[in-house]
């Protein structure tokens, strides 16, 4: 018999454990824990991986969503060679922070990680739980948080650097990139879609649709994942959930061809070479498909074989799809044929165009890793008895109340839909060259007026410097390069006809390598020869003596702070000299 006193410690301590313990039952504690842990560990990935100050590495289309937001920012529409979504979403930012990508980094990247990173994750628990109950659920979130980082000691430690500084601050948000946004909003659309599968309402369906359409609108080529959406939906058979979801779709893909149509003047989707179409040659329905859809055998077979160079073993990576697909299956068929589409079809149209050498693998599939995750949570339903009580979970645990149409949700759809039509239905073209791109290294940059270039020539040696001012900026180490261009000269020869740039840049909204377009938009192009970089704000040229010659200045970085690299965001206004013989 105990004590009195160790009776009444036992009554608190169950008191206290009783109160304390319906917490830690609900996700939210669990959940809100892996989150700080991702925060914690996203934090140590910036520390160490190759940076340079708020940059990292990139992969290229940062400038065009950024520019374009800058753009759009000013109330015009830019060159639309990216999405609608992130440049308006980028647009404030861009208003708040300067024309230069860099100025906008930290609150992009704030934006990631501390708003979308946690978004993924719940929605990485969702479909985890929809799919084998809240042990799938919980694993999913885990290896949400924890795989980018162990998988590291997988791959050979000459494969590390590209590992840790080039793939993971992509997939985790620390850049200016699409892929890791598209990543977040398809794992949201694939939670809504799994509640579709299990015979969800019809608002289930629309904001899968919505959401899928958001993610479309912000890369075109995440369109991929209605590969999967629909072989799910058919296998389950929801076919007026498929209507449904095919209706609240119009409204994104609409609001994308309008900003195709008025920033390119063509659809790609029906161009196979936009810059060659004639209206001669008319319309040709899908002939850019080829484009989108190359599969080439020989490719997957080469990375295969390249994967199995630099990772630990390439039959894990072979096992784990299939023995995933098999394992949801034991919950629901259609939601294998879900999960399985979507990483399959992503595999099959992107890996022709990546290499695993430059770790361009990587971010291009970075779209489907919820679904390869997925796969790998579901393993544990294969387990004996303890994987038919998983899957027995997954087909009867609802894994979140019904949602219904209310007034704010109804209000919050309508934003999301209706406001980025209306934007790009109401932006004017743009005139002037704010914007224009660098054809040589296919960026898309911006003018920056604060970034003052004067230039004086030297009567006795001819050589022309030029000093400068603005432009920098303290989120990173910058460096400089300078153009230079004859005025009145052809830009480019071989292509007639042509017209002449008097300053460098080439505008013109009507003809374009000598084709005609159907966009209102100046579509500028920079044509000038890059005679050099610099650290500081000044330049010595020797230029041929004799004549008048334009200069132009690029401000540049790169996460090595290399200033051999050019990588330009913003140029300035052109400075003219004239040099005598």
């Known amino acids: 018999m105990l004590s009195p006193a160790v009776e009444t410690v036992r009554e608190r301590s169950s008191g206290v454990l009783d109160r304390v313990r319906p917490y830690w039952i609900t996700p939210w504690v669990p959940l809100g824990l892996l989150a700080l842990l991702q925060w914690l560990l996203v934090l140590r990935l910036a520390l160490t991986a190759e940076h340079n100050g708020w940059l990292y590495y990139q992969g290229g289309d940062e400038t065009f969503l950024y520019s374009s937001g800058w753009v759009v920012g000013h109330g015009h529409l830019p060159d639309a060679a990216v999405g609608f979504l992130w440049p308006l979403v980028t647009a404030p930012v861009s208003l708040l922070a300067g024309p230069n990508f860099i100025s906008g980094l930290p609150l992009l990247i704030l ?17 985890g739980v929809r799919i084998g109950g809240r042990a799938v ?15 590291t000691a997988l791959f050979t430690s000459s494969y590390h650097e590209k590992w840790v500084s080039i793939s993971l601050p992509q997939a985790l948000g620390l ?29 289930d369906a629309v904001l899968a649709a919505v959401i899928t359409g958001l993610a479309i609108g912000l890369k075109p080529a995440n369109a991929i994942v209605l590969g999967g959406v629909g072989l799910g939906l058919l296998v389950a058979r929801r076919f007026r959930a498929g209507l449904v979801f095919v209706v609240a779709l119009l409204p994104a893909l609409i609001t994308l061809a309008l900003w195709k149509e008025r920033g390119l003047g063509h659809l790609p989707l029906f161009s196979s ?12 329905p899908i002939a850019g498909l080829d ?30 799809p299939l023995a995933g697909a098999i394992a949801i299956a034991r919950t629901s068929f259609a939601k294998a044929a879900f999960v399985t589409g979507w990483f399959g079809a992503f595999f099959l149209l992107k890996v022709p165009r990546t290499s695993v050498d430059d770790a361009s693998i990587w971010r291009l599939l970075t779209p489907s890793w919820p679904a390869f995750l997925l796969l790998v949570a579901a393993l544990p339903l294969l387990l004996p008895t303890i994987g038919g009580r998983l899957a027995a979970a997954g087909r009867t645990l609802a894994g979140g109340g019904p949602v219904r149409f209310t007034r704010g949700l109804t209000i919050a759809l309508g934003v999301v839909t209706v406001v980025p039509l209306l934007l790009v239905l109401v932006l004017t073209p743009l005139k002037d060259a704010s914007a ?13 007026p604060s970034i003052h270039v004067h230039g004086r020539v030297d009567p006795a040696t001819k050589a022309v410097t030029l000093r400068w001012t603005g432009g920098a900026s303290g989120n990173a180490k910058v460096f400089y390069h300078v153009l230079r261009a004859k005025p009145k000269a052809p830009v480019l020869t071989g292509i007639p006809p042509f017209p002449v740039a008097t300053d460098g840049l080439l505008c013109n909204s009507t003809q374009r390598y000598g084709m005609r377009l159907h966009s209102d938009n100046a579509r500028c192009s920079l044509h000038m020869e890059d005679i050099g970089g610099t650290a500081s704000r000044t330049f010595v040229d020797h230029p041929p003596p004799g004549g008048r010659w334009v200069y132009r200045v690029e401000v540049s970085a790169n996460w090595v702070n290399d200033p051999a690299r050019t990588d330009p965001f913003t140029f300035s206004r052109p400075v003219t000299v004239t040099v005598p013989r």
């Open 111 to 127: 934006l990631q990680v501390l708003v979308l990173l946690p978004l993924g994750l719940l929605a990485i628990y969702g479909c």
């Open 291 to 320: 484009t989108y859809v190359h599969l080439d055998w020989h490719k997957y077979q080469q990375t295969i074989v390249d994967l199995r160079e630099i990772f630990w073993s390439r039959r894990l990576l072979e096992f784990l």
């Open 175 to 203: 850049t200016g990139m699409g892929d890791f946004p598209s990543m977040v909003l398809l794992a949201g659309a694939a939670y809504f879609v799994l509640r579709t599968i299990d015979g969800g309402r019809d608002v």
């Open 436 to 448: 224009a791109r660098l054809e040589d290294l296919d960026l898309y940059v911006t003018l920056d």
């Open 273 to 284: 070479a936009p810059v060659l179409r004639t209206a001669a040659m008319g319309p040709i």
């Open 137 to 151: 659920g919980y694993l999913a979130a885990a290896i949400w948080v924890l795989a980018p980082h162990l998988t």
